[in-house]
């Protein structure tokens, strides 16, 4: 019986965030984002949005800002994704048949960029790839992640 009690001490200790030894809350912020960081931190991700919207509908002079090629055909994203639609971001990562590999929505742009529109494949932790992931997500935002599906 002692032993079945310190087992749900400490079950219920661990999943409060308590620590048996100090009553210290375990978080991964100790003091919460002020108001001031939280707006700056939504300005730095809706700067990325925008710079993601500006490439998703091909504006050249962001592509040549930014180095790089996305389409040598004319064809830009939105394109065959009018605001983004039919991206799927919450489906990712998953197997993609176009790809022929576990993908993840980053692969999946990088596809789009090369195969239809020829253009140059951008790097994995490129701002480019980062903004149009960006764009695409903000554009989908309430979907319920559901990775794997098709």
Not at 12 to 38: M, N, R, Y
Not at 86 to 101: A, G, I, R, S
Request: aromatic share 8%; charged share 25%.
């Amino acid at each position: 019986m002692k032993k079945a009690w310190i087992h749900t001490v400490i079950v219920l200790c661990v999943s409060l965030g308590i620590g048996l030894f100090g009553a210290d809350i375990v978080k991964a912020h100790k003091i919460k984002h002020t108001p001031e960081q939280l707006k700056a931190f939504e300005d730095v991700f809706m700067e990325q949005v925008r710079i993601g919207d500006l490439l998703f509908h091909g504006d050249a002079a962001t592509e040549k800002k930014m180095g790089t090629k996305l389409s040598r055909t004319g064809m830009a994203c939105a394109m065959c994704h009018p605001f983004a639609v039919d991206t799927h971001p919450y489906e990712f990562p998953k197997f993609q048949e176009q790809v022929n590999k576990f993908s993840t929505l980053r692969d999946m742009i990088n596809w789009c960029i090369e195969k239809p529109n020829e253009g140059e494949k951008l790097d994995a932790d490129s701002d480019a790839i980062k903004a149009l992931e960006a764009y695409i997500i903000w554009s989908n935002r309430g979907s319920k992640l559901d990775p794997g599906r098709h």
